[in-house]
């Protein structure tokens, strides 16, 4: 069965410092990744996608960047945090092509800025 | 602009009642998700529906997908305490790509004992 994996769970971070969270996937080839925010009354907010190593979209422009250097592995990263990249960070992967199938997320990163 | 208008954005009522929740769009979508989300964890898949007017029933759950594929609901009998969450409604766009999966701001469920 797919499992994924994502850590830290909490993180408490000062400004400007730098960020790397990362987001494993066993049990499956080639799949479709995600990396979501999710604020109170936003909903969940899709960062980044990738359909394969490499390859990266970006749906808003920030501070943030992602990168997958491998099949099941997608990392969100940060060179200088600021505070309003405090959040609950989700990843989360598809079956490739998504094409009516759901999502799996994994527990979610809690991150704090101070 | 929200894509998927999701109401009532909170509810709390006490054990027993029955509920219904709406997931609402202009936008037609080729299948629709239901999760729900527990504090400090990612969502969980409820169901899939992807075809117009498909009901689906899991336990005390029933949902259902509008006839022109732009809304759904969630009905839930006789709430317990283990209801409680974050429902999230999300639909896949009809023509969208690996990023079509489209998240309303979800339902706040509260039941009270």
């Known amino acids: 069965s797919q499992t994924i994996h994502q850590w830290p769970a909490t993180l408490v971070q000062p400004v400007g410092s730098p960020l790397s969270l990362e987001c494993t996937v066993e049990?499956?080839?080639?799949?479709?990744l995600y990396w979501y925010r999710q604020a109170a009354g936003r909903g969940l907010q899709l960062l980044f996608y990738s359909v394969g190593i490499g390859q990266i979209s970006s749906e808003v422009p920030q501070n943030l960047s992602a990168s997958r250097p491998q099949d099941r592995q997608f990392i969100l990263s940060s060179k200088k945090l600021l505070l309003s990249d405090s959040g609950f960070y989700l990843c989360a992967w598809s079956p490739s092509p998504q094409s009516n199938q759901p999502q799996h997320f994994g527990d979610g990163t809690r991150l704090s800025i101070l | 602009t929200q894509l998927l208008e999701q109401s009532p954005q909170f509810l709390s009522i006490q054990e027993g009642e029955n509920l219904t929740v709406y997931c609402n769009s202009s936008s037609v979508f080729s299948s629709l998700q239901w999760y729900r989300q527990e504090p400090g964890e990612g969502p969980v898949l409820l169901v899939t529906v992807v075809t117009g007017g498909e009901v689906k029933k899991l336990k005390r759950l029933t949902f259902q997908f509008g006839d022109a594929r732009k809304d759904s609901s969630l009905h839930i009998t006789a709430a317990q305490p283990g209801d409680t969450g974050l429902y999230l409604c999300?639909?896949?766009?009809?023509?969208?790509?690996?990023?079509?999966?489209?998240f309303g701001k979800g339902t706040h469920l509260i039941i009270q004992p």
């Open positions: 999300a639909g896949v766009v009809s023509g969208g790509g690996a990023d079509g999966l489209t």
């Open positions: 049990g499956t080839s080639n799949p479709n």
